[in-house]
């Protein structure tokens, strides 16, 4: 998958490369939110899907195993009237 040149990683905190930010944080066009061909009609959690965002991707040590690496991708959702309800990856 490649990285969509005009998608802003700006507001995404973290140590993940600007490529990888760019990739993962585009949710709008991520494999998720691709139709099948041919299909017209809402595909499954589109409605939330569009209410998703990222706003951190970092790629740290493990602290249990030291000798292992995690990547870490915190995803906020606009749940209505003003709230967020984040999620951590």
Known sequence: MSANSTFDIS???GNAS???KA???DLANGPISRRPE???TPIFGESIQKRLK????SIN???EEP?????RMVIEV??????????RL
């Open 38 to 40: 041919g299909v017209n």
């Open 78 to 87: 606009d749940v209505g009237e003003g709230k967020r309800l984040e999620m």
């Open 67 to 71: 000798s292992r690496t995690e990547g």
């Open 11 to 13: 507001q995404i905190a």
């Open 54 to 57: 990222v706003t951190e991707i």
């Open 18 to 20: 600007d490529q990888i």
């Open 23 to 25: 990739v993962l944080g």
């Open 61 to 63: 040590k493990n602290r």
